[in-house]
């Protein structure tokens, strides 16, 4: 079983910035993909950026050029810095690990992000 830890959301004004955190349990070396993802009131939960264990990164279309998406294995914790925030991002965000070998995948408990318009 691997825990993920969010932390970092909060409320923030239109065109501000936060930076999410996820502390893993494992090594972030042995975890395939890990990645964010959001769910607004009454929407599905998308994914919104992910990064591989080889660093390669994917953003979906609406937070390309603002979120980046990174992570530090030496403190085994990926990261999501967002910039220039809209009231659309407004959402809970959720860390998630993949592990290809098993096809098994964990998440965190969310964590909040208000955008005030």
């Known amino acids: 079983q691997v825990q993920l830890v969010e932390s970092g959301g909060g409320l923030v004004q239109d065109g501000g910035s936060l930076r999410l955190s996820c502390a893993a349990s494992d090594s972030t070396f042995t975890i395939n993909v890990m990645g964010w993802y959001r769910q607004a009131p009454g929407k599905q939960r998308e994914l919104v950026a992910r990064i591989t264990s080889g660093g390669n990164t994917a953003y979906a279309d609406s937070v390309k050029g603002r979120f980046t998406i990174s992570r530090d294995n030496a403190k085994n914790t990926v990261y999501l810095q967002m910039h220039n925030l809209k009231h659309e991002d407004t959402a809970v965000y959720y860390c998630?690990?993949?592990?290809?070998?098993?096809?098994?995948?964990?998440w965190g408990q969310g964590t909040q992000v208000i955008v005030s318009s």
């Open positions: 998630n690990a993949k592990y290809v070998l098993g096809d098994i995948e964990y």
